[in-house]
T-cell receptor, first 109, second 114 residues
Framework: GEDVEQSLFLSVREGDSSVINCTYT??????LYWYKQEPGAGLQLLTY?????DMKQDQRLTVLLNKKDKHLSLRIADTQTGDSAIYFC?????????FGAGTRLFVKA | EAGVAQSPRYKIIEKRQSVAFWCNPI?????LYWYQQILGQGPKLLIQ????????DSQLPKDRFSAERLKGVDSTLKIQPAKLEDSAVYLC????????????FGEGSRLTVL
């Protein structure tokens, strides 16, 4: 079945760039997403990329998609303490959205 | 625009008791989802409705979980009887039928089964 994998933890210093990686198995994915979850809250969409794109940039966020390797990454430039949260990679093929286990980002001041 | 509303936010019950969660999606969103998020894991889809019909309930433990969306708007998720392993956050989400597939999540209902 479909699966989404990502590393569980990432720690960076404030002002550095953060790169969160994800691999997925469903080659028919049409959209790939990054959601952010802050403590005690539901998930909120951060950004998404359509499967026929290689890259998408949105202010401090850069999403890279390598469809051949089924690899997705999220780069956050100039990481701030407010970026500390759990980041979920997700893919959608058909009607279903499958989530990874989430990467907890720690930002040290 | 009002977001997805869920209640209760927190519930503590003993095993073998029953519990019900309620969700009110964003107005105009035909698709509604219930996800289970166990601590340290990503959300797992339990059931997906489009209007008041079930699109996918393949991961719903039907011997103890049930869900309904009778008028195509609000939904309830029930667990009876609860087990210890049902301790989790139950997230409701809604989306438009067409578009980017963005899910709009509520804040979740945290269940603790003792």
């Amino acid at each position: 079945g479909e699966d989404v994998e990502q590393s569980l933890f990432l720690s960076v210093r404030e002002g550095d760039s953060s790169v969160i990686n994800c691999t997925y198995t469903d080659s028919s994915s049409t959209y790939l997403y990054w959601y952010k979850q802050e403590p005690g809250a539901g998930l909120q969409l951060l950004t998404y990329i359509f499967s026929n794109m290689d890259m998408k940039q949105d202010q401090r966020l850069t999403v890279l998609l390598n469809k051949k390797d089924k690899h997705l990454s999220l780069r956050i430039a100039d990481t701030q303490t407010g970026d500390s949260a759990i980041y979920f990679c997700a893919e959608r093929g058909g009607f279903k959205t499958i989530f990874g286990a989430g990467t907890r980002l720690f930002v040290k001041a | 625009e009002a977001g997805v509303a869920q209640s209760p936010r927190y519930k503590i019950i003993e095993k073998r008791q029953s519990v019900a969660f309620w969700c009110n999606p964003i107005s105009g969103h035909a698709t509604l989802y219930w996800y289970q998020q166990i601590l340290g894991q990503g959300p797992k889809l339990l059931i997906q409705f489009q209007n008041n019909g079930v699109v996918d309930d393949s991961q719903l433990p039907k011997d103890r979980f049930s869900a309904e969306r009778l008028k195509g708007v609000d939904s309830t998720l029930k667990i009876q009887p609860a087990k210890l392993e049902d301790s989790a956050v139950y997230l409701c989400a809604s989306s438009l039928v067409r578009g980017t597939g963005e899910l709009f999540f509520g804040e979740g209902s945290r269940l603790t089964v003792l």
